[in-house]
């Protein structure tokens, strides 16, 4: 029986160990952490006859150690790629991979759609699954939502077609991954920290869509805009091109490219749907729904099924999420906003003045535009989690001095009800412009614990 080795726990770490055991690998699994979610995660794979190694730090020495007998390693997403004891495998031959790279093996008869950009993968990817559940196609969302994509393998249905958001982690693990249509939301500067400069990590998003028979791409976004004015790889000729304005504004004009002109979608040829279907505030909503649309369009869906799937759509969890009412204000989780572009697009969606909880695990990059937003639309800012103090020092440093570190998501919920009471605002909005590793698992829990703090309030 061949020997598989695991890096990193998590959903894309159990289901990779149960996809390999399944295909007859004798699977371990390792991971350095030790939180009370990894020992439950661990005693579940215990229990199917896959051991767990927590607290293990896969490094070059034990990599040598392992080398004789160890025929595959898979590689969780949240796991760098030049991690030395990674680097050091693949020197020796050993087979390396993502587990999105694994799911693709038994997944390739399939149509992909790929979805990539530093933001707007996630509401892009829920719309475009969407529309094709819509047109009766089996077709589900998974990668950096939902699913790990080795769930969808390991189901004994096989989909028409593979919605796979794919993070610059997944792409980068993953390189043979080649999507029937690849989709570019946006570009912006991120996960500088795991990639060390801006070229790399447009090389890994650019290699998706190089990989795709079809392309699309968001047309106002200025980065891309320019690949496609200056005609630069990855962009060809045939992509296409979406823009929240007029047709004269596209880069270049295909029969599936999409535009907005009279308050309605369409494409070159025909009028798919009326705007005021989507329900999801924001200039940037509006350009998440034309790339699916042109996606749709590629794929052949017929706009009755479009039109249904976004006059239904209920938004994406933790991306301006609605929570509820209270007392006239607006409780607002936009947790995925986990960078500055992001959470600068967050509080340009939302009315103001506004209360706003920021903060966590700080990443690299320009907040400018995050500043100047908050310099024009935020009554009072709360600072939680590590970046706490840094983001004081800044706002001070622009003369913005009505902030306040609570540290905490309970003290940040509790004084937000008292301010926004105070300034009369009309909206409280959790978007942290950080990470939430240095408080919790992912943005899923921490925008979780913001949902029961403020349904909890009296």
Not at 186 to 197: A, G, Q
Not at 250 to 269: G, M
Request: charged letters at 20%.
């Amino acid at each position: 029986m061949p020997n598989a080795y695991v890096i990193g726990l998590g959903k894309s770490g159990m289901a990779a160990a149960r996809l390999l055991k399944r295909d007859g690998w004798h699977v371990t699994v390792s991971d350095s952490g030790l939180s009370d979610s990894l020992r439950q995660q661990q005693q579940q794979l215990a229990a199917e006859k896959i051991p767990v190694n927590l607290k293990e730090t896969f490094d070059p020495h034990r990599v040598e150690q392992l080398q004789a007998s160890l025929q595959r390693l898979v590689v969780s997403p949240g796991v760098p790629w030049d991690l030395p004891g990674l680097v050091r495998a693949r020197e020796l031959g050993i087979e390396t991979m993502g587990e999105t790279e694994l799911a693709w093996q038994h997944l390739k008869e399939c149509r992909w759609v790929g979805i990539t950009g530093t933001n707007g993968k996630t509401t892009t990817t829920a719309l475009i699954a969407a529309i094709f559940q819509a047109a009766g196609l089996y077709a589900p969302a998974f990668g950096n939502i939902g699913y790990a994509a080795c769930d969808v393998a390991l189901d004994a249905k096989k989909p028409d077609w593979a919605i796979a958001e794919l993070s610059s982690y997944q792409i980068e693990s993953s390189p043979s991954i080649a999507p029937r249509i690849g989709v570019w939301t946006t570009f912006t500067p991120d996960h500088l920290s795991r990639h060390k400069t801006l070229e790399r990590y447009c090389a890994i998003k650019s290699h998706l869509l190089r990989q795709s028979h079809h392309q699309v791409f968001n047309g106002d976004d200025p980065y891309l805009r320019k690949l496609g004015k200056q005609r630069c790889p990855p962009v060809r000729d045939g992509a296409c091109w979406t823009s929240i304005d007029s047709k004269a504004t596209l880069v270049s004009s295909t029969p599936q490219s999409a535009y907005i002109e009279d308050a309605w979608v369409r494409t070159p040829t025909e009028l798919i749907l009326p705007v005021s279907l989507l329900r999801m505030p924001g200039a940037h909503n509006r350009q998440n729904l034309l790339m699916a649309v042109a996606v749709a369009k590629l794929a052949g869906i017929e706009k009755s099924a479009i039109a249904h799937a976004i006059a239904t759509f209920p938004g994406v969890p933790h991306r301006l999420e609605y929570i509820r009412t209270w007392q006239g204000i607006d409780f607002i989780n936009d947790s995925k906003a986990t960078n500055y572009d992001a959470a600068e697009v967050g509080l340009s969606a939302v009315k103001h003045p506004a209360i706003l909880i920021a903060g966590g695990e700080a990443k690299q990059g320009d907040d400018n535009a995050w500043i100047a937003a908050i310099q024009a639309k935020v009554a009072a800012v709360l600072l939680i989690g590590n970046a706490a103090s840094t983001f004081a020092q800044r706002l001070q440093q622009v003369g913005y001095t009505n902030f306040e570190i609570v540290e905490t998501m309970e003290r940040a919920v509790t004084r937000s009800a008292e301010l926004a009471k105070h300034y009369q605002t009309p909206v409280v909005l959790l978007s942290p412009a950080c990470a939430s590793f240095d408080q919790y698992q992912n943005f899923e829990q921490r925008g979780d614990h913001f949902r029961e703090l403020c349904q909890a309030l009296q």
